[in-house]
């Protein structure tokens, strides 16, 4: 039976799994490999191996603290191979007898599962009508149960798993381990992510390759629908039906040392200093030998491209504010009519599209639920889709005509800096492609703006170089309830970005709002010392500064306090600053690569003075794999 897609399901998170096959001690790769995705967010991790006596289980809800107390006072017998998972609550409680792995009542196999079985309470009550005991709340226990019953049954555990695959509807990522059966594993997707770490003499899976990346870089990305049989000597690809499947092997291109700290106190602080570097690789090796400017990976004949008329932009967060500069930079550039969409609303809302329509999408992982449905549905009405990606050979790119990876590298944070800074970088180079293919632009107009944007990672850094005020700033402001953003043009979503990132750190009340909507509605919220943070166009476009401006000053008669980011130079803003940031001058459209970053570092100043955890907020996690 295959999944449903065309109805609403519960929103979970991207958690973590990781298996072993091979000489080393399989608990302790695996805990390993859990701490290296803490950063997804958990509240109960869990571990199982295989021994002389069948399976061994440790698992503890809350964070992987608690189950190395529980392994240090109960220790778990040496094994070569084992699994572990940290989950996020979705069915039942975050408690200790909910935690992954799950055994089957017969007390052959474990499992851990990623993501939601939306048709579990019908296989639970027949399985209960069989006198199958469930000791957990969750939907992951009737895949266990199901796989336990199979190979009860006689079934190979690889058969047994297609069988079981057959059967769910949803999304999962599901490792198996079966007790007479040690050295062996087996796992399979559909809509959520699973890799294959490629060793000598070992292998592992996982659900993201940082959970391996101390072992080797050698890697698989299984496609959907597929399953893999790991030992320590070999790995089987097949589709649910047992035929054999393609597979698509890749080098991951960094080092566990890009997964560490690096001597700052967050992650999120690290990545934000990593962004001069991360937009410069961005921009790196984007020309052909001719000089002609190159997505990575392009299936669309150009001649369907110069045929589009209409483009949508889909996303989801913070990738949906990135696609929003995109719509100023398309429509500017390529001069075709651009709309931006929310992921999640964007098929429930029976769109026009055509087979003249373009969809480009915008996912940092590259497995985002909703982003991933809308594309499928896109790719239904016949419409072109260009991915824009920061995680090479996930799900979104490889269903996609045509991909522009951020190449960023990994990021921790679960609130996303780099991975901001580098899809709008990633947004403008698909704006000049598109004028390119379809001469609205001279290619020595190209190239200029492809010179200023080469010229920004130095700019980026100079900004952050002077943010020595945003310490004094968060503290002045750190028991505030309220912040509010202004922004006209690309500035408006940058005060989207600006707000967002105060609620997902600091967890008070933060609004953007377009400057112009100001005396229409949200002038009401300004009062006495409420701070508000506005962001100033280049004086190039002198309409839209000096109304900003006024804006300032309307706000500051009401009481405000006003914190202004305004390019160098700029003199009229001043005697209406309350605080100033200078902003190095770039044109209009790229001014979001610069005026983003003190807005990204007053949340996590602000989020630290609070004694609040910067990398993983309460309850979020860093990417949404289930609708």
């Not at 571990?47 to 608690?66: D, F, P, Y």
């Not at 090796?285 to 990575?296: H, I, K, V, Y």
């Amino acid at each position: 039976m295959s999944a449903s897609t065309d109805h609403p399901t519960t929103v979970t998170a991207m958690c973590g799994i990781i298996g072993y096959v091979g000489p080393r001690v399989a608990h302790a790769v695996v805990v390993e490999g859990l701490r290296r995705m803490e950063y997804r967010g958990y509240d109960s991790a869990g571990v199982a191996v295989i021994t002389a006596e069948g399976i061994s289980l440790r698992k503890k809800a809350g964070k992987i603290a608690n189950l190395d107390a529980l392994l240090a006072a109960d220790p778990i017998p040496a094994s070569g191979t084992g699994i572990g998972h940290t989950r996020w609550a979705t069915h039942g409680g975050p408690t200790d007898v909910n935690a992954h792995p799950h055994v089957s009542s017969n007390g052959r196999v474990a499992l851990i599962h990623n993501g939601i079985i939306e048709n579990f309470a019908v296989l639970r009550a027949e399985l209960q009508a069989q006198g199958v005991e469930f000791s957990s709340e969750t939907d992951t226990e009737v895949a266990a149960q199901l796989l336990g019953e199979g190979v009860g049954a006689g079934a190979d555990l690889a058969d047994a798993m297609r069988s079981v695959c057959r059967r769910l509807e949803g999304a999962f990522t599901l490792v198996a381990i079966d007790s007479t059966q040690p050295g062996r594993l087996v796992a399979a997707r559909r809509n959520s992510p699973l890799v294959v770490g490629v060793g000598e003499g070992e292998n592992f899976v996982a659900s993201d390759v940082a959970a391996f990346i101390e072992f080797t870089r050698q890697a698989i990305e299984l496609g959907q629908d597929q399953m893999v049989d790991v030992t320590a000597d070999s790995i089987t690809v097949t589709d649910f039906d047992g035929a054999p499947a393609a597979s698509h092997p890749f080098e991951v291109t960094w080092d566990l040392s890009a997964a560490e700290k690096g001597g700052y106190d967050w992650f999120m602080r690290k990545e934000i200093f990593e962004q001069p570097k991360a937009v410069a690789d961005t921009l790196l090796g984007r020309f052909t030998p001719d000089g002609a400017l190159t997505l990575d990976e392009l299936r669309i004949p150009e001649a369907e491209i110069r045929g589009v008329d209409k483009i949508i932009i889909v996303a989801c967060g913070t990738a949906y504010y990135a696609g929003l500069v995109a719509k100023y930079a398309i429509e500017h550039w390529a001069r075709i009519a651009c709309e931006v969409e929310i992921a999640s609303e964007f098929r429930y809302r029976d769109p026009i599209i055509t087979g003249s329509t373009l969809v480009v999408t915008i996912s940092q992982s590259g497995e985002t639920a909703d982003t991933l449905m809308a594309i499928r549905h896109a790719r239904e009405q016949k419409a072109k889709v260009i991915a824009i990606c920061n995680t090479n050979g996930a799900t979104i790119p490889r269903e996609s005509d045509a991909v522009i990876y951020t190449h960023a590298g990994p990021e921790i944070g679960v609130a996303s800096t780099k991975g901001f800074l580098t899809q709008v970088a990633a947004c403008y180079l698909l704006g000049l492609y598109l004028a390119q293919v379809r001469g609205s632009m001279y290619d020595d107009e190209i190239r200029h703006v492809m010179t200023e944007l080469a010229a920004t990672p130095p700019l980026i850094q100079q900004v952050l170089d002077s943010l020595d005020q945003i310490t004094d700033l968060a503290a002045r402001f750190v028991d505030t309830k309220s912040v509010l953003f202004l922004g006209r043009h690309v500035g408006y979503p940058i005060a989207l970005e600006g707000a967002l990132k105060l609620k997902e750190l600091a967890y008070l009340h933060a609004e953007g709002f377009p400057a112009g909507e100001l005396k229409h509605g949200p002038i009401a919220l300004v009062e006495e010392g409420v701070p508000i943070f506005i962001v100033v166009p280049p004086q190039g476009r002198d309409q839209l500064h000096d109304k900003v401006v006024s804006n300032i000053q309307e706000v500051r008669a009401r009481g405000a306090l006003t914190i202004v980011l305004a390019e160098e130079g700029d003199e009229e803003v001043v005697p209406y600053a309350d605080v100033l940031f200078r902003l190095p001058k770039v044109s209009t459209l790229l001014q979001p690569l610069v005026a983003t970053v003190p807005l990204q570092m007053f949340a996590c100043e602000l989020a630290t003075l609070k004694g609040y955890d910067v990398d993983q907020p309460r309850n979020l996690a860093k990417s949404v794999t289930v609708e």
